[in-house]
Structures are given as structure tokens and as C-alpha cells.
RNA sequence: GGAGGGUUAGCCUAAUUGGUAAGGCACCGGAUUUGAAAUCCGGCGGGCUCUGCCCUUGGGGGUUCGAGUCCCUCACCCUCCGCCA
């Protein structure tokens, strides 16, 4: 959630910003119209209620002194009516100006580069991984067919399209895939935290999924939703708390099923198991100072990097711009693994600082020594990785000509 | 699902028939000290246009001039019963 006293002296900013990222400029005037008027009914309300607070102590003591008190009683009837007004008046207000903020996306980052749509993002650097093993790379559900390893039929039966189920081979693979992550990460310094899959609706505001998109949350008859991604749970995890600067940073990781409709992406990376409606994902995540988050950033990359060089897969790092940008995220890049089958950059993991986005939503704050005042926190996220697609990769670039599959060494241990 | 008990600031604990949240521990800063302990002073929920004011007793609502206190409702925790992997 932006702020809107930052933009009170340069609304530009925040004009520009949406502007940016192809959204509709004008809701800044809206939202500094209510903004003022927000403060001056606080500032009338305080009036108000600090005479009546006065005004109300006296009574106690003219009673006891025996005096009449209903000239008094009957101004302060009319105060209470006075203040109950107010009270509506900014209790509707503060409402819709909410509404307003939690659909305001977060302003991109000085760095992130200009442009409408993903053909403006920029490919930042290139990691070559092993050469594919065979000579003429098959997309990999022709090789989890031939194997019988992949059973899209019996998913599809059980569940329908979107959804995938391995066998044998394949289970254990993506299992040691997960493993693999987990103890690699783990190496890094990230905690282990396993959350709940099901959570309420104001972690998903907390997280920035809700209200905006609705569309792409599973819900239960119990009004709690399928989380789509770990970082849901992990970015609410200090939710109403007050952190201690020397615990900064902290980063956890999480490994959860990730359950999307993938609403609007009818016809879209139909064939195999690119898109789904349930896959896995270690999520990184951490919580850190304003000053740091920067550092952070580029430190969770490395280690999302790290995973797919051990794995020795080609991959690359696009810089996403302004107009790819996620609703959350002020600066993101994305991990891209290569597919030879298929032929195709997958992205495999997301990497954003959020800033104090989320902590504004979440109310996460840390207290500086010696200083007072509380302050936001920033937050970041990242996979590290997701599944399948990895294992898309894996399949796809380790599958040999004589029908088998080499397994890359750094996973044997796991299998 | 049923019955009962509970929730006051990080923790612990008060608050006459309803009168405007009192203390303790821990922690932080300062004084004192060769240093430490002890002691003393200050701070120690949040916000603001900050000499000050407003809000805050699990959440929401109601009664009232005024609610920690009375009423309704929801959430969570504990105990027991039932069901259950």
C-alpha cells in the first residue's frame, strides 16, 4: 500500500508511476482529495471529543458539590450527537479512500526500465548449463509418456486439465528436486517455516493478491483461500508486529503447493505441464531495513542462481519493466531456465523487493535504536525454486537418446 | 458439534453503585561508581499539524453525558464431552 502523505507536495510522482505501469492516472486526484479531507475531519473530531472529555470529568464533580448538572448534561447530549455525525462521516471516508489505496499498485523502483508490456523487459546476463544429452530434444511429455512417468490422462480424470501426476521415476525426481532446494537454501540461511495452505482473506490483502485479483484464488465454502504462492503466509507472518533492528534480516523459506485458476490464460501453454492449476514451490523470503533491501535483492538472486548452476541447466536474468511489473512488486527479476523440448524460456522463479508495500498492509514494523518512532520494514520474495518447471528443464536437457534420463549429481542424494 | 472458563501495553497483575486505565518485572537512556551491582531520575501501545492533543483494555456493535466495568455478537486460547487421521 502506498502512502499517500508522500505524494501531498509532488503528485507527479505518483501520476508518472501509474502511468508507467498502464494504469489510469486520474485515481491520484481522487486519492489526495480524500486524503485532505481525511485530515481535516481528524483534526474537527479531535476538537470535538477533547471537549467533551473535558467537559464530561466536571460532572462527577458538581455532583458531589450538589449542583445541577442538567444544563451540562444536555450540552453534552448534543456534543455526543456533534461527534457521532463526524464519526460516520469519516468512518465512510476512510473507507472508500482504503478501497482506493489497496488498488494502487506499488511505484517501480528509479532502476526498473520504461516500457508497456514483456517485450520491453531486458535479459541481464546468461548462464550456460550442460549441453542437452540428446541430439534432438523431445518436448517432456513425449519423453514422460515414452517412459511412463508423466499421466496427464488420469490427472485430467481425477482433476481436469491443469493438473499433472507423476509416477515412479518422476514423483521421486520432483521430491528430490524439493529436497534439494530446501537443504540448499537452508545452507544460506534461510528458515524453514511450514505454514498453513488455507488462510483468511485479510492475509491475502495483507500480501497484496486481494482485492485486485480475485479471480485467480481458489476459495473454500469456509471463506478461507488456497494460497497461491508461500510468500501469502510468509509476508504475514510478523502481521501487527514491532521487529527489533538487530533481528534484521530475517529469511525464511517455505515449501507449499501453489494453487492458481489461472483465470484468462484459456489456451495458453496447453500441451504438458507449464501452466497448472497445483504446483510446488520453495518460496525466500525476507523482512529487512529500508536501506538494505536493495543488497538483499541482488543476494536472494545469487542464491535463486545458485540452484539452477548446481543443477548446470541454461538459464538467464530478465530485468522486468514498468509495465510487466507485478501489482506488489517495486523491482523484479525473473529467472528463466531453458527448455530444449520444448524450445522455450520457462520462468522458474520471481524474484521482487516489495518494499514497505506489503509492511504497510501488514503492519510490520521494526524500531531503530534509540529512536521512537517505529518504521515499515521491507519485504522480499523469490522462488527458489518452483517445480515442475525445473523439472521441465531437467527432463528435457538430461534426457538421453537410449531412452534414459541422467540424473545431475547434486540431486543422487535425494533420490 | 456441545458445556464451562478465560483475553488489560513484551510478560505479570489492579481498577467502589459505570466517572475517564494504577502498579510490578523485563528492557532502553541518564545520574552516581575505578568498574559492576544496588540506588535515584526519565522513558517504555499507536497517531498527529507534537510545550500539546486524540485514540488504545481480543475484534465489531449497542446503552450512556461518560464503558475495562452493563447488553449483543464474533474471533482466539484453556478444560471436559462427542467425532476423527
Redesign the pocket.
Known sequence: MIAPKYFRDDIDVLKNALLHRGEDPKIADDIMRMDMRL??LK?K??DL??Q???K??L??KLKKEGKDTEEL?SE??EL?ETIKSYENELETLEEKLKNALYRIPNIPHESVPIGKDETENRVISEYKGIEPLSQNPIPHWEIGEKLDIIDLKVAANLSGSRFYLFKNFAAKLERALLNFFLKENEKKGYMEILPPYLVKEEILYGSGQLPKFRDELYKTQDDLYLIPTAEVPLANLHRNE?LNEDDLPLKYMSFTPCFRREAGSYGKDVRGIIRLHQFHKVELFKFTTPETSYDELEKMREDAEDLLKKLNLTYHVVALCTGDLGFSAAKTYDLEVWAPGVKRWLEVSSISNTEDFQARRTMTRFRRK?QK??LYVHTLNGSGLATPRVFIAILETYYKDDGTIEIPDVLKEFM
Open positions: 485530515r481535516e483534526k473530531l479531535d471529543r477533547k467533551r472529555n473535558e464530561g470529568k460532572i462527577p448534561l453534552l447530549k455526543a514491532i534509540g518512532r517505529p
